[in-house]
């Protein structure tokens, strides 16, 4: 499995906009040997940071994309801290909403964050990827 295929699915999951398409499209990675989810998440960027690595790992723990190590734990919480590092510059200081797409496939693991960031009624957009080998 590469992991270019890993990460394209953790992309695309993230970026589903319902739970039927969430559940649509794991059907479809788990076809092609890499096992997905997608956790929906909103608030303020820089108070929820750590909420999110949290989820993430928990997440990836529920779904059996990794073991109960603190290697796997590491693995996933790594990978979302520098996806969440990557949308930092525009995202300080303003809420977050959206989803973290997290897959595997072989030793390679991919955590995307596809979040909308917005004050008042302006909104923009950033997608961040990380990448580990467990």
Known sequence: MESREVAKAAISIAMTSSREEEMEMKKEHLQGGIQSLAVDYG?????????????????????????????????????????????????????????????????HVAVAIFFGIGLLHRNDIAIGLGHRVV
Do not use: C, W, Y
């Not at 990978?79 to 510059?89: C, F, K, N, S, Y």
């Open 43 to 107: 608030g303020e960027f820089l108070s929820s940071l750590q909420k999110v690595v949290e989820r993430a790992v928990v997440a990836s723990k529920r779904e059996n994309i990794i073991d109960d190590s603190s290697h796997s734990d590491g693995a996933v919480a790594g990978a979302t801290r520098e996806a969440l590092a990557q949308i930092m510059p525009k995202a300080l200081g303003l809420n977050v909403g959206g989803k973290v797409g997290i897959a595997r496939g072989g030793e």
